[in-house]
């Protein structure tokens, strides 16, 4: 009887196990520079924002041995399905690495705005070639658009570009930025590009209640500029299991990762990346 019950109790065990491995959605996060990351699910990868080399002096770039790693698909790199690009800044998208990186795998889509598609292609003669490897998606502001692509369902969300005064006049009101909500393998990815809560709360204001669940959200900094508040604003619209806070200079770091354990407190999962290639697996 005892054999018997030690037999039943190992195969719950076992069992225990194998049902823990296959409830668990995890979302594996590699951090390359300012907004690019790499995101792996169960059955898909990702870049969003990932290939670029110009910081405009102030961000932080990918390292060469990075970009070297990712042109030539090298682990962790290797086995991608889509490029996202939010819109086409130089910190976040470069032209000819982008061209090369789709020329050399064109198993690999594109997932980004007309905006952008056009920007690439005035800067790489002939890149419109490549144009089976685009998913365009291009929503007014404050509007969006969605797309199921391999599985993947992809909600691109007008959100407009944080504004930038010089004399009066917004320089950025013309750069097309769109926030993405991404769903794989039962896992829900906000990435919000670059725009303020300012214009996050407009978003909101136009289209209602938030309906699709969030299990990690990818933020612009200045979006918890005001801590608690923004934070709190946050779980109370996207209710995100987990928060990524993106984009920040490295000038800036110091004080910014003070504020972030301030706001694990009350928010444990917020997660701060410094350097290049530092990663983290979430689980659900």
């Known amino acids: 009887m005892k054999k018997i019950f030690v037999l039943i109790l190992a195969s719950a065990i076992g069992f225990g196990s194998i049902f823990s491995q296959t409830k668990t959605r995890d979302l594996h996060v590699t951090y390359i520079a300012n907004d690019g990351f790499m995101i792996k699910t169960k059955h898909h990868k990702i870049l969003i ?8 002096g102030y961000f932080a770039t990918p390292t060469k041995e990075t970009l070297s790693q ?5 682990a962790p790199f290797d086995s991608v399905n889509f490029c996202f690009i939010t819109h086409y800044h130089k910190d976040h998208s470069d032209s000819k690495l982008m061209n090369d990186y789709l020329s050399k795998f064109p198993s690999v889509k594109l997932i980004t705005t007309k905006p952008t598609l ?8 002939r890149f419109v070639k490549l144009k089976k490897q685009f998913c365009e998606l291009t929503p007014e502001t404050n509007k969006s658009i969605k797309l199921t692509i391999d599985d993947v369902t992809v909600k691109a969300l ?26 794989m393998d039962g896992v829900g990815i906000f990435h ?55 984009h920040l200079p490295p000038s800036l770091y110091g004080e910014w990762s003070k504020k972030v354990e301030q706001l694990k407190q009350v928010f444990p999962g917020i997660t701060l990346f410094k350097d290049v290639l530092d990663n983290k697996t979430i689980g659900f």
């Open 192 to 246: 919000s590009g670059d725009t303020k809560m300012e214009q996050f709360k407009d978003y909101m204001a136009k289209n209602g209640q938030w309906k699709e669940p969030v299990d990690v959200a990818f933020v612009y900094y200045e979006l918890l500029n005001n801590g608690k508040t923004d934070l709190d604003y946050l779980k109370k619209t996207i209710n995100p299991r987990h928060i990524v806070v993106m």
């Open 118 to 125: 056009v920007f690439i292609d005035g800067e790489q003669f």
């Open 49 to 56: 924002d990932a290939l670029f080399t110009d910081g405009y």
């Open 158 to 183: 007008g959100l407009k570009h944080m504004p930038y005064f010089e004399d009066g006049i917004d320089i950025e009101q013309y750069m097309k930025n769109i926030g993405f909500y991404i769903h």
């Open 70 to 74: 990712i042109m030539n698909a090298e």
